[in-house]
């Protein structure tokens, strides 16, 4: 079966510091791994996927197969950014739902 | 725009009542899912649907069944609510995938559940 951990449940940073959200899973074949993020009082949407190896809103993730991570970065982070964030895993084959991890808080400060 | 729409955003019931949280998509989407979202938990999934009348027990199916009738409306059912199913449930959609591709999931806003 697979497995998404995300380690921190809260990071806290200053405005234009750096950030990363850690993400490490578990699964014996090839995944597809994203983030996803929830803003206060909006709904969970897609903010970025390794496939697409894109830059949203600053944000940038690697898939690392050989230390099986997927980390979410941001060279200088902005107040509007912090949110929860959530890594998830679908698998390649078989069963297409997501397995998501448990989610952290970027809270970031003036 | 895709729109995902739940029925309600606050829901009270009492133990041992039934329950019914319903779920509709506008964008003909193939694939339902719902989710139950527990802080320290993240989102799991509970039961997801690739086509209609069709469902698929996901990782925390027990005490929840589905029900998806129509192609653009996929319900949730609490047959005995319980004060351990008070969460946050979130339903999404997405289009069919096949291997090799992926379509995003859309969410909706959510229905807070309280079981007193």
């Known amino acids: 079966a697979q497995r998404v951990t995300q380690p921190e449940k809260l990071l806290s940073v200053f405005k234009g510091a750096p950030v990363e959200l850690k993400c490490n899973y578990s699964?014996?074949?090839?995944?597809?791994l994203f983030w996803y993020v929830q803003y206060s009082r909006q709904r969970l949407q897609l903010l970025l996927r390794?496939?697409s190896r894109e830059s949203i809103k600053g944000f940038t993730a690697d898939l690392n197969k050989g230390e099986t991570s997927f980390h979410l970065k941001k060279p200088f982070a902005q107040e509007e950014d912090s949110a929860m964030y959530y890594c998830?895993?679908?698998?390649?084959?078989?069963?297409?739902?997501?397995?998501f991890g448990s989610g952290t808080r970027l809270q970031v400060q003036p | 725009d895709v729109k995902v729409t739940q029925s309600s955003r606050y829901l009270v019931k009492r133990t041992g009542e039934k329950v019914f949280l319903e779920c509709v998509q506008d964008m003909d989407h193939e694939n339902m899912f719902w989710y139950r979202q527990d802080p320290g938990l993240g989102l799991r999934l509970i039961y997801f649907?690739?086509?209609?009348?069709?469902?698929e027990k996901g990782d925390i199916p027990e005490g929840y069944s589905v029900s998806r009738e129509k192609k653009e409306r996929f319900s949730l059912i609490l047959e005995s609510a319980s004060t351990n199913q008070t969460s946050m449930y979130l339903c999404a959609s997405s289009l069919k995938s096949g291997s090799g591709s992926y379509n995003e999931q859309f969410f909706g806003p959510g229905t807070r559940l309280t079981v007193l």
């Open positions: 649907s690739y086509d209609v009348k069709m469902k």
């Open positions: 390794h496939i």
């Open positions: 699964y014996s074949g090839s995944p597809e």
């Open positions: 998830a895993l679908r698998r390649y084959t078989g069963r297409r739902a997501l397995t």
